[in-house]
Nanobody
């Protein structure tokens, strides 16, 4: 069974920084892609950033130049460094992993439980 556990959210002032972490654990054959998504009140969940196994990254236009996604393949972890945060970054942030639990089956999408990020003075 694969699980993801995200952490690191909290209250931060505009212009400040925050680092989110996510660990994938359980029976894992291969972590294909990992990413961060967010959902603000009354809005749909949206992608923030993704990173492939080879390190290719993609970012939402709204966070380019401010957020950085990285991963530690050896330990099944993904991070989101959030700099120069803005009030509109306030949301619940979810980590996601496209993971193969065994060699014989295609990868499946797994979600962490979500961590609240609030940007406010």
């Amino acid at each position: 069974q694969v699980q993801l556990a995200g952490s690191g959210g909290g209250l931060v002032q505009p212009g400040g920084s925050l680092r989110l972490s996510c660990t994938a654990f359980g029976t894992i054959f291969e972590v294909v892609t990992m990413g961060w998504y967010r959902q603000a009140p009354g809005k749909q969940r949206e992608v923030v950033a993704t990173i492939s196994g080879g390190g290719t990254t993609n970012y939402a236009d709204s966070v380019k130049g401010r957020f950085t996604i990285s991963r530690d393949n050896a330990n099944g972890m993904v991070y989101l460094q959030m700099n120069n945060v803005k009030p509109e970054d306030t949301a619940v942030y979810f980590c996601n992993g496209l993971i193969k639990a065994d060699w014989g089956n295609p990868p499946r999408s797994y979600w962490g439980q979500g961590t609240q990020v609030t940007v406010s003075s």
